[in-house]
């Protein structure tokens, strides 16, 4: 059985290039912060990828509300974001986040984090 994977981001582009990269799961997407607790309602995801810059609902409180909800604390959490100064890493990192990869990201190692992350 595949280990599924929810991605959220309001990039389309992103997501279709995330569909074609981690061919090895199964993916679910979702376009803002407020869409992934709606998909939660039907799947529980191995893990989340998630945007900061979303609208509705950014990466970060997306996260925060993740983790402190005792049904999705544990699912590992990776902000991906074009933010890429340290403190926005540390902020992420605060909010919860497991992972914080920056974009423009190299789809073979986003490839193998992933696959490192899940490994276990």
């Not at 609208?55 to 925060?64: A, V």
């Not at 983790?67 to 890429?84: C, G, H, P, Q, Y």
Request: charged share 30%; aromatic share 6%.
């Amino acid at each position: 059985m595949k280990k599924k994977i929810l991605v959220a981001d309001d990039d389309k582009h992103i997501l279709e290039l995330l569909r074609l990269v981690l061919t090895d799961y199964e993916l679910h997407t979702a376009e803002n912060g407020e869409d992934v607790f709606q998909v939660l309602t039907k799947i529980t995801p191995d893990l989340i990828l998630l945007d900061v810059m979303m609208p509705k609902i950014n990466g970060y409180e997306t996260c925060q509300l993740l983790k402190a909800d005792e049904k999705t604390k544990s699912i590992r959490v990776m902000l991906l974001s074009a933010r890429n100064e340290k403190k926005d890493v540390i902020e992420g990192l605060k909010c919860g986040a497991d992972y914080y990869f920056t974009k423009p990201f190299d789809t073979k190692q986003l490839q193998s984090r992933v696959h490192q992350i899940l490994a276990f």
